[in-house]
């Protein structure tokens, strides 16, 4: 059974009042991550590692930048590899829902193009026939992480249908990684882009409890990004306004995008490792 794991309320408060003291500021040129090679992404073209880690999902764990002239932020699943020593193979294609996921939305015309600036591989079809083939030639991977669903709702008529939506077919996806692999699988929830307003967070709280109960299904571990944003939130000078604490990146002073900062990666990372690092404890 899958175990949502929980965070130490001091460590995360620690690492927000570090991060208001400008004390931590992760940047992809000074963390020490360990990358897959850019490729055309055929997976059988690479050989098996011990040490694999496979990342899934939409723009959050891609690393996403709204700002397209700058270097891509460091993303989660770049600090959870370089502290858990894996070899990250990164999968995660921006603006994915599960329905393209899996392929039963037209696919790209040049698949998940991540441009030659990024570290992530580049691959034809549907990203979870990516992870199949990756999987299916790569035995002795050591971890796989999925974070998608939140775009099912932006796609959606009704956040219900985009529940229904998320609930089916991470049933697909989940099912499919687990007949191919039986290692450690971590599945991220989404955090709040403002634990104000009381609407859009208990949307993103059903969204969370259809993606863990999911998970359970197959018994995957739980990284809990909502919590944790909420406790780094929790203590920034606006109180559950994230992008007052500096997890996510500034448009302008007072605006932020959805999308997380070198330091909302390193609070995700730090969910995702406690979930491993407790699967390997079980």
Do not use: K, W
């Amino acid at each position: 059974m899958a175990r949502t794991r929980r965070l130490s309320g001091v460590a995360l408060t620690i690492l927000a009042a570090c991060a208001l003291l400008g004390t931590i500021v992760p940047t992809a040129a000074g963390s020490t991550v360990s990358r897959s090679t850019p490729s055309s992404a055929h997976a059988g073209q690479q050989s098996s590692q011990p040490g694999d880690y496979l990342s899934l999902g939409d723009s959050v764990p891609f690393g996403f930048s709204p700002f397209p002239n700058r270097d891509y932020p460091v993303s989660f699943p770049d600090l959870v590899a370089g502290s858990l020593h894996l070899r990250l193979v990164n999968a995660a294609c921006p603006g994915e829902t599960t329905t393209r996921l899996i392929g039963r939305e037209q696919p790209r015309p040049r698949g998940c193009d991540t441009s030659a600036r990024s570290p992530h591989v580049n691959y034809p079809g549907s990203q979870l026939e990516y992870a199949i083939s990756y999987l299916r030639s790569h035995p002795r991977t050591g971890l796989v992480t999925l974070m998608v669903g939140a775009n099912d709702l932006f796609a959606s008529a009704s956040p219900q249908q985009g529940l229904q939506t998320v609930r089916q077919n991470l049933t697909v996806i989940l099912s499919a990684i687990r007949h191919h692999y039986r290692g450690p699988l971590v599945v991220v929830t989404y955090y709040s882009t403002d634990y104000r307003n009381r609407t859009f967070s208990a949307i993103t709280r059903e969204l969370n409890a259809v993606i863990g109960a999911e998970a359970r299904h197959v018994g995957a571990a739980v990284a809990d990004g909502y919590r944790a944003f909420a406790l780094v939130s929790s203590v920034s000078p606006r109180r559950g306004d994230p992008c007052a604490a500096g997890l996510l990146i500034h448009l302008t002073r007072q605006i932020c995008d959805n999308h997380p900062t070198p330091l909302g990666a390193a609070v995700l990372a730090l969910t995702v490792d406690a979930a491993f690092r407790d699967e390997g404890r079980r």
